[in-house]
């Protein structure tokens, strides 16, 4: 019986230059770009995961919820310090290194924010908050909130309307088609009976919300916090089952002939007897990062963002999907 409670490049390169008799042709262009540069802090993780960026954004505080711009440039996260709510922070690369990060500039006076998502094209910024809707005082529960990027930086953020505001929603995901995906549930289920579901983009609005199949819906409690490829061949979340390694599990349910294969746990390369959650893969589609934690009732949470390399992993763990109708 688990007691615990639920919450809520490439990288590191470093160039091998082999010996050889014959001379060959240098790069005209040999300056790094943004995206490899951006990488250069730290030793990239291989098939064992590794905490992100420890002491800068992983630190003795509680940090989740990951997400890049698509130059890999700018950075944004979830940290609750202790005794503490949720806040949001904000990392650059600028100068040829990360600069410190700092609370984003949308903080509100009165309620938190967490779990932002930047969307593939990198024009928009979703977030999770319970601060006041316009025109209120008064925080009036959890929305989801966005921020569209404009040449000068990122806008106020508006917060989205009906269907969204017409029921519980969190956690939401962008893919290329500006198709969205999130943690919701039904009117009357219990808390830990949400699931996975979409709203498709129509021409720049959203009308319908859509529970994913049973494939990804798998059995199991908090299926939450799931993470679409920009091209939505695949989809990555967490939930707790009794077979599961830990508190919860990462998932992943890959799109064949436009229908969802069975969600399989990612494995032991990834779970462990803790929890895992909040899923995100980096733009170049090479990592995938996560959070690691532990909750204990009444004791202090702790928790990092782990990352590990995707490739091999997404690989092989394809190769054990199977089409179920």
């Keep these: 019986m688990k007691t615990s409670k639920f919450h809520c490049a490439t990288f590191a390169l470093a160039m091998v230059v082999m010996g050889c008799n014959t001379k ?7 300056e790094p770009t943004v ?20 002491g800068i954004v992983s630190t ?28 949001i922070f904000h990392m650059k690369f600028e100068e040829g290194k990360w600069q410190a990060p700092e609370l984003a500039f949308f903080k509100p006076e009165i309620g938190w924010d967490f779990e932002p998502h930047i969307s593939p094209k990198g024009d928009m910024l979703y977030f999770g908050s319970l601060r006041p809707l316009p025109d209120s005082t008064e925080s ?3 929305n989801q909130w966005k921020s569209k990027k404009t040449p000068t930086g990122w806008g106020q953020p508006e917060p989205l309307t009906a269907p969204f ?8 995901t962008a893919s290329d088609e500006g198709n ?20 498709a983009n129509e ?3 959203y009308s319908t919300i859509e529970r994913l199949a049973p494939n990804v819906n798998i059995d199991g409690k908090w299926k939450a916090h799931p993470y679409i490829a920009p091209d939505e061949s695949y989809i990555i979340f967490d939930a707790e089952q009794d077979e599961g390694f830990g508190d919860s599990d990462l998932f992943i349910s890959f799109k064949q002939n436009g229908q969802w294969t069975k969600a399989i746990n990612m494995g032991p390369q990834v779970n462990t007897e803790k929890t895992e959650m909040c899923p995100s893969v980096s733009p170049d589609g090479n990592y995938l990062f996560f959070h690691r934690g532990r909750y204990i009732e009444d004791e202090e949470e702790s928790g990092d ?18 089409v179920v109708n």
């Design 203 to 205: 021409a720049g609005t």
């Design 165 to 172: 505001s017409d029921r519980f929603v969190m956690f939401l």
């Design 140 to 142: 009036s529960g959890l």
């Design 305 to 322: 963002i782990m990352w590990i390399d995707f490739g091999l992993l997404k690989k092989d763990l394809l190769g054990q999907t199977v």
């Design 24 to 30: 060959k042709e240098q790069p005209k262009n040999t």
């Design 60 to 87: 003795d505080a509680f940090e989740f919820a990951i997400t890049f711009s698509p130059e890999m440039d700018e950075m944004f996260f979830t940290r609750r310090k202790k005794d503490a709510d949720n806040e």
């Design 35 to 54: 995206k490899e540069t951006s990488y250069s802090w730290q030793n990239a993780p291989g098939t064992t995961p590794k905490v992100f960026m420890p």
């Design 180 to 199: 969205l995906y999130f943690t919701s549930r039904e009117e009357g289920a219990e808390r830990g009976d949400g699931g996975i579901y979409k709203s």
